[in-house]
């Protein structure tokens, strides 16, 4: 299968993924709602997440296992990947659903038996999460299934990038999206630096996106405008269910928004163009041209006095000012005539 395939070809529009991740609230209605609620915001696809707390971590109380700051702070892992989790006996229904609604429907899998479990789903490609990145043994076992990757590369360094990047192609497969993810829930928008994303589609070789966190469409809409071919945003039904993702998710009104803005942004980039449009041309009359700019008696010389370049534009191109202002006129010319070769001997 190939990018192409999963619908985000070179030349297509940036392809946009509501991420689904625990804003479901431990109700599956509320998925399924999420999941038609993103189709009516304007989503392209509908991103999942599949594991158990048990796949994903141990239940342990000691020191490593304890969240010690940010939105999270006081739980272990096991407790809040127990909140957060997609049960598996969703998975299928929800599949169908985003199939249903003309989404295009995946998962994140964070161990072997969760790629096993997608490939009985036909997942049409897999998404490595941030914390994730370092796994080589799952992306290397994604990467075999043969379908195109996408992994956020948040808490990545440089060479954590290319160690997973050579890693699928090892295993042959060169269907690579790498997205620019800032590890922070949520995110401060000055921690987004966007060149990154710019700078890996060149270092690796790949095409690229956004994975975003920030509040608001400001760093979507700028990651498109910066050549992102896919962007990821969490998305919640509505934020009064409240859920582990909420302080950095995007209701129906706002995703809404974020897509019309990126619509927007690819409508300004266009397509490299040097020949104008018909509006634009009609236009041209109110640019600059040749006039005279006072009375002038025929046999009179053209000079820096009687013309000008001035607006509008139906005189003759000022490139002949030069050589006009050398000549002298062979009939009377009323102030505000825009010259042509007829008035000039």
Request: aromatic residues 8%; glycine residues 6%; contains cysteine.
């Amino acid at each position: 299968m190939k990018i192409e395939d999963f619908g985000m070809s070179k030349n297509s529009r940036t392809f946009i993924i509501a991420e689904l991740s625990a804003n479901h609230n431990g109700d599956k209605q509320v998925a399924i709602d999420t999941i038609r609620a993103a189709k009516k915001a304007g989503a392209d696809a509908i991103k999942l997440q599949t594991y158990t707390p048990d796949t994903i971590t141990i239940d342990c109380e000691n020191e490593y296992f304890q969240i010690k700051e940010g939105l999270w702070e006081g739980k272990t892992l096991y407790e809040l990947y127990g909140e957060a989790y997609t049960p598996l006996e969703w998975q299928e229904e929800l599949f169908e659903v985003a199939k249903k609604e003309g989404l295009i429907c995946f998962s994140s899998p964070f161990d072997k038996t969760a790629v096993d479990f997608l490939e009985e789903l036909n997942t049409p490609a897999y998404k490595i999460a941030s914390f994730e990145i370092q796994d080589i043994p799952l992306i290397e076992y994604a990467a075999s299934k043969g379908k195109p990757i996408i992994m956020s590369t948040g808490i990545a360094t440089e060479k954590d990038i290319k160690l997973a990047v050579d890693t699928c192609r090892k295993v042959g497969n060169k269907e690579i999206i790498l997205l620019k993810c800032t590890s922070s829930y949520p995110a401060p928008i000055e921690l987004a630096n966007l060149r990154t994303m710019v700078d890996m589609k060149q270092r690796f070789g790949v095409e690229v996106g956004l994975s975003d966190h920030t509040l608001g469409n400001t760093v979507p809409i700028v990651a498109t405008s910066l050549g992102a071919k896919v962007i990821e945003k969490h998305f919640i039904l509505d934020k009064s269910i409240g859920g582990p993702d909420v302080d950095f998710s995007l209701d129906l009104e706002e995703f809404t928004l974020m897509v019309k803005g990126v619509r927007k942004a690819e409508k300004a980039l266009g397509e490299v163009q040097y020949n104008i449009s018909e509006k634009v041309k009609s236009n041209k009359k109110f640019g600059r041209s040749l006039f005279a700019v006072k009375n002038i008696k025929k046999g009179e010389p053209f000079t820096r006095e009687n013309v000008r370049s001035i607006r509008p534009g139906y005189g003759l191109h000022p490139k002949y000012y030069y050589k006009v202002i050398r000549k002298v006129a062979n009939i009377e010319i009323a102030k505000g005539t825009p010259l042509n070769w007829d008035l000039i001997d």
